[in-house]
Structures are given as structure tokens and as C-alpha cells.
């Protein structure tokens, strides 16, 4: 009876797979399962996330339009109306559905804008932050949400103006000249680039200016008390 030599023992070995490489195939298939499965998850908590948020789109709108918006001051109607669209505006963003997030914003905007000048700013940041959830999903051959998106983001810019928010403003110039950036229109792009400066200087300024009729005051009132109690 022959002996199997320790070359044919090698081969036989060697053609048969290692524990260690069935244990990373596992793995591997494990981790692709685990991974299909927070996928599948992440995708049932959007939907989620979405039906919650058109159901208070629903609850906001039968606040503008159901009986009792004949019987109720308008900027109270409207104050009610705004919380609802605010949640489903928050809701969107969280199921990464911008188009409705940018809607629920601007309809927000809209309610903020009914309150009256108590309102507007809350108005200009619904209005930012709609513009920027159309930004997400924008494609440059949508002429119709290129309009809203310039149209919202405008807005803002005129009310953070009026507010003097001009960090607010400088930053709105940044995304519309981002949006006009992807548009690949240049002159847009410079104009509100220069802009963004520009509010950025004067806020600089104002900052300065603050600094002096504060503090300076202050050091004078110490350099006089140190001089007469010297």
C-alpha cells in the first residue's frame, strides 16, 4: 500500500478553502444583508416621515379654510396655520423630500407674512430655507422651480434687509449667487457676490461702531476716576 507524499498533501490542501476564508464570506454576506436591511428601513421611515408631514400640510390647510377661519381674527388663523406648516416642513426635510420641505417653507412664509410685521422675519428665514430645500433637487432645465427658487430666495434677501439682518442678507447672496453659479450665468454670480461683501463690511462696520459707543465711555469714566482718586 503506497503513502500519499507530503506534495500531493499540499495540493490536496490547498484545493480545499481555509476555514478563515469561509468565516470572511460570511461576513461579507452578513454585512450585505444587514446593510439591504437598514436600506429597506431607512426607505419605510421616509415614507413614513412623508405621511406624517402631508398630514399636517392637511391639518394646516383645513386651519386656513375650515369653519373656524370665518369666525377667528386672520392673524390668528394664520398663527395656527403657520405651526402646522412648520412641522411639515421640518417633517420633509427629515424624509429628504425637499420639493414638499420647500413647498411647506413657503406656505409658512406666507402665514408669517399674515401675522404682519411682527411676522416678516420669521417670514424672510421660511423663505431662505425654502429656497435652499429647492436647491437640493434643482435642475437647471427647470424653468418653473427656477423661478420659485429665485423668487423665495429674493424675497428673503428684501426682508432681511429691511429687518437689517445683513449677516442674514450677505448669506442669502451666497446661495443665490451659488444658484446663479449652476445656471452658469457670471454677471448674476458677481453681482451677489459683491453684495455678500459688501453687507459683510457694513456689519463689520456696525460691530466697530458698537465697540465705541460702549466701551469707550467706559474707559473714560475709569481714566476720570483713577485721576481723582490719585
Not at 444583508?33 to 419605510?44: H, L, S, T, V
Not at 392637511?58 to 375650515?66: I, K, M, Y
Not at 433637487?137 to 439682518?165: A, C, I, Y
Amino acid at each position: 500500500m503506497g503513502t500519499v507524499s507530503s506534495s500531493s498533501r499540499r495540493r490536496a490542501a490547498g484545493s480545499q478553502p481555509s476555514s478563515s476564508s469561509w468565516v470572511k464570506a460570511l461576513d461579507v454576506e452578513n454585512d450585505e444583508e444587514a446593510a439591504a436591511r437598514a436600506d429597506a428601513d431607512a426607505d419605510a421611515d421616509a415614507h413614513a416621515l412623508e405621511a406624517k408631514g402631508d398630514k399636517l400640510m392637511s391639518q394646516a390647510r383645513r386651519e386656513l379654510h375650515g369653519v373656524w377661519s370665518y369666525v377667528s381674527r386672520p392673524f390668528i388663523v394664520a398663527a395656527r396655520a403657520r405651526f402646522y406648516f412648520h412641522k411639515a416642513a421640518e417633517t420633509f426635510v427629515l424624509a429628504n423630500s425637499w420639493r414638499k420641505a420647500a413647498a411647506a417653507h413657503h406656505e409658512h412664509a406666507v402665514c408669517c407674512m399674515k401675522i404682519g410685521r411682527s411676522g416678516r422675519l420669521r417670514a424672510a428665514f421660511a423663505l431662505f430655507e425654502a429656497g435652499k430645500c429647492y436647491m437640493k433637487v434643482l435642475e437647471p432645465d427647470d424653468e418653473e422651480m427656477t423661478s420659485r427658487t429665485v423668487s423665495d430666495l429674493e424675497k428673503s434677501l428684501r426682508m432681511f434687509v429691511l429687518e437689517n439682518e445683513l449677516v442674514m442678507a450677505a448669506e442669502v447672496c451666497v446661495e443665490l449667487a451659488n444658484l446663479y453659479a449652476m445656471l452658469k450665468q457670471w454677471e448674476k454670480v458677481r453681482e451677489y457676490r459683491q453684495k455678500a461683501a459688501e453687507f459683510h463690511a457694513k456689519t463689520s462696520d456696525a460691530i466697530v461702531r458698537h465697540f465705541h459707543c460702549l466701551v469707550l465711555p467706559l474707559l473714560m469714566y475709569d481714566t476720570v476716576n483713577f485721576l481723582f482718586n490719585v
